[in-house]
């Protein structure tokens, strides 16, 4: 499949995946540094940024066959990879299915809720991205206030008055024009439940990142990651909401360049206490 996609840097290639309502440009905050090191590419997932919607349903599963034939297309079967938020969870899918990539970052990965959490979940993403699509107009002013820009990214961000206007204007605009930000969200909150990957399974790297004040993807939901995904590591980020590559950019890049640096299983660990 062919998707909007930046491409910069030399080096080992290593692929970016957006969350619900983002693009490629959602990684701007850690292009650089990346790129210093790799070849990075980031894609628009099917329905965002500039790539078309895909025909018939918009799930999880559709979205991982997807970017599975673009790695085909693109000759770079094995790549390592990183992703945020819906983005995450999409990455840990192709390493459960095995075969498609190698050594995967999972920043704050959604689809772990149980009970209420699914609920809390959607209706605060439901309410918020209504808010970004009826405040359009005044968002070049609202995100260069830092009052207005805090009150606007409350639930997404530990210090949204320290984030730059131009990388969170740039991702509101990518969030109200989105054309499968609706049918997504109400998938990833009551679609197919995500399955997880035998002890063992996971061959390469796999690194679990969370935020300790994340309010979107709750904390408490990383226990239940980890005991899916039992080859993992887990990484906390202190005083961080729900990205990491927003929140805490440096050590966020040191976490990606450190994870795809190193072998699989020679020991080094990122695993920290659960509470």
Known sequence: MNMNHLRSGTGKPLLLIHGLGG??????????????????????????????????????????????????????????????????????????????????????????????????????????????????????????????????LAQFSRRPWALDPDVVLDEMRSYAHSRSFDELLHRLAYGEEQKGAPRGSIDASLVIGWGRQDKVCFPRQAKRALSMFPDAQMHWFERCGHFPHWDAPRETTQLILDTFSRRAGDGTKHEQPLA
Request: hydrophobic letters at 45%.
């Open 23 to 152: 693009s490629a440009r959602s990684w701007s905050t850690i292009w650089k540094p990346l790129a210093a090191r790799h070849d990075v590419i980031a894609v628009d997932l099917p329905g965002f940024g500039a790539t078309p919607p895909l025909r018939g349903e918009t799930s999880i599963r559709s979205l991982c066959d997807a970017v599975t034939s673009f790695i085909d297309t693109q000759g770079l079967r094995d790549v390592d990879a990183v992703g945020s938020s819906m983005g995450a969870r999409l990455v840990l899918e192709l390493a459960r299915r095995g075969g498609v990539l190698g050594s995967v970052v999972s920043l704050d990965p959604g689809g772990f809720w149980r009970g209420w959490e699914r609920h809390a979940f959607f209706s605060s993403i439901w309410l918020s991205i209504r808010a970004v699509r009826m405040l359009q107009p005044l968002m070049p002013t609202i995100t260069c206030n830092k009052i207005a820009r805090t009150m606007l």
